[in-house]
């Protein structure tokens, strides 16, 4: 994975160089792009150990000038696969939990986390007529987070209520990586416009958390969280025209 970041870093360092001796009455106009992206991935690292494939939908906002992109990006991660059972020491032998009633109660337990930073790229055309469609290289880095979230639906168990979740939630977040590599289209009508293709994320975490109250200890370990998938994403441009209007 750092043999891959090394690579786009040398390849988008590359790109820079020569684009700095292009002619300047080539260049195209500025853009400012809005992107809703859908993303679907797998874990990896220690982020395996805790969850299964999960899905994201975000929202994207960069600036693109000739070929180089810069802007914000934000992620909303959620999934349904679990595989630390949290609950496991409360649950009865056909795995129901019981209310304060001493009634059988409705919860459910599921992935839940984001991901927010800035990102910097570039797009190389394949066809020359074609100026901004072609391949899409960006990387990008922030703070990315995940917890386990727990939902008692009916409000039936105190032992889930309030303050108590966080001592099973595993609330964990840190510093961030994510690289994205795809094709990236733009219509000569601007009416279609999207990319698509697989994005890497590396994630730095530690827990939040000063206990967890099913393990009965402090988790201070440092993790290496690792999301890697594929990813869509449709774009509406503003940009000027020639006489400087915005549209």
Known sequence: MTRNVLFLLC?????????????????LPDMLQINFGYGFQ???????????????????????????????EGDFIFGANVKTDVLSFMRTEDLAIIGDQREYTDVSIAQRGWYAGGMVGAI?????????????????SGLMQHKIRIQDRAGAATQ?????????????????????????YFSKNQRVNFYAGFEFMQAFTKSRRD?????MSADTDSRV???????????????????????
């Open 225 to 247: 969280d690792l999301l890697y998938g594929i990813k869509v994403a449709w774009t509406l441009p503003f940009f000027y025209d020639a006489d400087e209007q915005f549209y």
């Open 124 to 140: 190389f055309p394949i066809l020359p007529s074609a100026e901004r469609s072609g391949l899409r290289l960006t990387l990008g």
């Open 211 to 215: 206990y967890n109250f099913d393990t």
């Open 11 to 27: 390849f988008l360092g590359h790109t820079v160089l020569f684009a700095q001796g292009t002619n300047e009455s080539e260049k």
């Open 160 to 184: 889930l209520q309030g303050d108590y979740i966080k001592g099973y939630d595993r609330l964990t977040n840190g510093l961030a990586f994510k690289e994205f590599i795809g094709y990236n």
């Open 42 to 72: 797998a874990p990896g690292g220690d982020l395996a150990d805790r969850f299964g494939l999960s899905s994201s939908i975000g929202l994207t906002a960069n600036y693109m000038t000739g070929k180089f992109i810069f802007g914000a």
